[in-house]
């Protein structure tokens, strides 16, 4: 594989078979099966694409801009992406990945002046860094669900503010657009989630929801949406996506319950929640409060933007 990495071709999002990606996803992407399914980056990333390597294997790849602006970016909604292998072994380690990435730079990839992915590895040595790459670490916090034993390693913040309360109810529902206004009146502006951004999550929304590749659970409170979030089924783990809550439901720990329902649920025993990522300190207690643990991935970016262009675009 490591040889095979040494050259590669650009596959425009036609050339890519729907079917014998998505059997490759099944079969060799773990933890990030979820996100690479090309319907998943259909909705988030329209004309993706996919670098592949002399040996078969394949990575997916959004081109943005053209000519000197051309960049190839993480998606939105992504949290990490993962190397496709023809027969699901040998996967290359993200540092691999950037040093071809870093020579297809040079030609398939026709000098870009922006290389950014995610992977769900923890950074490398310095010593192991490719030259020109800056690595960010990033952290996710993930937690094994155990239905019998959910709130062992709860905080007592956590249990105090699931104490019982008349008149709630847990739903699970497919209204991805009452879930979605919710989602945008409360939480995409301190996000500072574009127009174009939240056309992407309402697109993706709606595949998730249509093809049952994932469930939105909702708390609800005399017939009104108090909080809800997303959880994507991805490899052995639910990834927890998109949560929201409304000014009521942040008052009486709305979310604090709905995860705790969450956990207890028989269906989801032996997988794993992965709470995504943050690097905001109240959502890691949050996390934690749960009992989930820390767990590295990390950011590569190979940045050659001229400095106007980075100080106009954030990523």
Partial sequence: MVDGLGRQELLSRTQVDDAEW??????CCGGSAGYMHTAYLDAVAPGWGALQFAD???FPIWPRGWGPLQQYRQPWFVQHLSVLTPDGMNKPSAGILAHSMANARLGVLKGACLLEFQVDEAPPDARQMPDGWQ?????TYRLLIDPESARAGYSAHHRRLIRPMDGLQ????NDSESFLRLFVSQVAGKARLSAQQIRALSRLLKVLLGNQNAALWTLMGDRELLCGCVLLRSGDRLV???AGSSRAALHMGGMHRLVDHILHRP???GLTLDFEGSDLPGLQRFYAGFGARPHPYSRWLLDA???I???LQRI
């Fill in 267 to 269: 269906e989801y025993g």
């Fill in 305 to 307: 933007r001229h400095p």
């Fill in 22 to 27: 998505n059997a490759c996803v099944a079969a």
């Fill in 135 to 139: 690595v960010i670490a990033r952290t």
């Fill in 240 to 242: 927890y996506q998109f």
């Fill in 56 to 58: 078969g294997g394949r």
């Fill in 309 to 311: 262009l980075k100080h």
């Fill in 170 to 173: 847990f739903v699970q529902s």
